[in-house]
C-alpha cells in the first residue's frame, strides 16, 4: 500500500475499514454509511508544488443519510462525500470515482436492501469524461462546476474504440 497516494488526514488503507465496525450505524432520524474509493484523474495532479504523477487515489469515508432516503438519494450522497475529500484540483481533473459500500449487515432489512439497490444503480461506478456521463454526474457537477472542468472525452483520449464498443464482431 505504500505506493499509493493517499492524504494524511483521511482514514489511509483497507485495514482501518475494520475501525468502523462498532461505528453507530442509525440514529433516530439518519443512518451512516461506511465506503472505500478508487479515484482515476485524467492529468497529473499537483499538490504542495510538485506534480504527482499518481492517477488514482484511494479514500475511506462516511456518508450521512435520511432514515426515508431513497436508494437513488443514498447512491448520490455516497458520491458527494466521496467526492468532498478531493482538492480542488483533483476535483477539476475528476474521471471516474469506483467504491465499495461495507457492512449492509448492520442495518435493519428495509434500510439494508435501499443501500444495496442505490449501490446496484451504477454498479459503484461513476465516470466523468463528458461523454461518459450519466444523470448523477451531471447532477454533482451542476452542484460543484469545478468537478471535471479539465477532464477529457473519453473518446479524444482513445480514439480506436475497441470492437465491444463499436459493435463490431470479432
Known amino acids: 500500500m505504500e505506493n499509493l497516494q493517499i492524504k494524511p488526514y483521511q482514514v489511509t488503507n483497507r485495514q482501518d475499514i ?11 432520524e439518519t ?14 495532479v499537483i499538490q504542495n508544488g510538485f506534480e504527482d504523477w499518481d492517477d488514482q487515489s484511494i479514500y475511506i469515508t462516511t456518508s450521512t443519510h435520511s432514515i426515508d432516503a431513497t436508494p437513488y438519494e443514498i447512491q448520490k450522497n455516497i458520491l458527494k462525500s466521496a467526492i468532498n475529500t478531493l482538492t480542488d484540483m483533483e476535483k477539476e481533473v475528476l474521471v471516474k470515482v469506483s467504491s465499495c459500500t461495507h ?24 465516470y466523468f469524461q463528458p461523454d461518459q456521463r450519466r444523470k448523477t454526474e451531471n447532477e454533482v457537477i451542476l452542484e460543484d462546476p469545478k468537478i471535471a472542468k479539465y477532464t477529457s472525452r473519453y473518446d479524444e483520449r482513445f480514439p480506436i474504440k475497441p470492437s465491444h464498443v463499436n459493435g463490431e464482431i470479432s
Request: negative net charge; charged residues 35%; glycine residues 4%.
Open 18 to 28: 475494520l475501525s468502523y465496525l462498532d461505528m453507530e450505524f442509525y440514529n433516530s
Open 31 to 44: 443512518f451512516t454509511t461506511v465506503s472505500d474509493f478508487i479515484f482515476t484523474y485524467d492529468k497529473p
Open 103 to 126: 457492512y449492509t449487515d448492520k442495518y435493519e432489512e428495509e434500510v439494508s436492501d435501499k443501500i444495496k439497490e442505490g449501490c446496484e444503480m451504477f454498479m459503484g461506478k461513476w
